[in-house]
């Protein structure tokens, strides 16, 4: 069930350079959302853009949920100024979610902004299962996490600056060998280059991956047909009645990588 709700902010903080968290209350969706699915925001009703801001949640209870976002348009900057007892017109949860196997180990790798679907995973399975944790991003600067290999956390940058040096996709080649991963699965959200390396290194070698993709979308429901991805499969989806594509809002956003041809949209 997809719900619309007038949400309040009860926090909005910098958790990182140029980094946000929101925590906003919800009557409905937050009880009902699994990880992996997302919402659609309308930061204020003065906004005068017909595009929604589609965002994944990286916590939820059952009365509130947390999403990190990075300003870098007219919506997200609206939702930096964010104040408490604000409020945002919220549609959701949409899509799909992740579907987590029960007999291999978590690798669950979120670079950037693009955590965010990643740590609701981790939240929703790290007491239950084996899991191990990467973070990425440019510096050290952008991270809000610890590195800490003790716990199977591990932090990357580009710059070297914090953690292992280089991006995700490296930093797990670093720690895993290539027979390591028989008995693991990943789960990837985060900037395109890095998903698509992931991508095809999980379909060369045969591993199982599944990938959050991020795209952008105008309505999130299927109408506006934006925000296509295209198929290895030539079969058809019962959510859309092309051949050839899906829709990301509706038919992911999760994906396994030997479904989808590409992650760069």
Known sequence: M?????????????????????????????????????????????????????????????????????????????????????????????????????????????????????????????????????????????????????????????DGSAGIKGNLFEAMKSIFDINDFKDKSIYVCGPPMMMEAVRKFSVEHDIECHLALETIMACGIGICQGCTVEKCSDESSTDTYRNKYELVCMDGPIYKANEVKTCLL
């Open 2 to 158: 997809i719900y619309n709700e007038i949400s309040k902010v009860i926090d909005n903080k910098e958790i990182a350079e140029n980094i946000f968290e929101a925590h906003l209350s919800s009557d409905n969706l937050s009880k009902i959302a699994k990880p992996g699915q997302f919402i659609n925001i309308l930061p204020s009703s003065s906004f005068d853009k017909t595009m929604r801001r589609p965002m994944s949640l990286s916590y939820q209870d059952s009365n509130s949920f947390k999403i990190i976002y990075k300003p870098i348009g007219d919506g997200t900057r609206i939702m930096r100024s964010w104040k408490e007892g604000d409020s945002a017109d919220i549609i959701g949860p949409l899509g799909n979610a992740w579907e987590v196997s029960k007999n291999k180990e978590a690798i669950l790798l979120g670079g950037g902004v693009g955590i965010a679907p990643i740590l609701n995973l981790y939240n929703n399975i790290e007491s239950t299962h084996p899991s191990h944790l990467f973070f990425g991003a440019r510096k050290k600067e952008e991270h809000f996490i610890d590195h800490n290999p003790d716990k199977n956390i591990y932090i990357s940058t580009d």
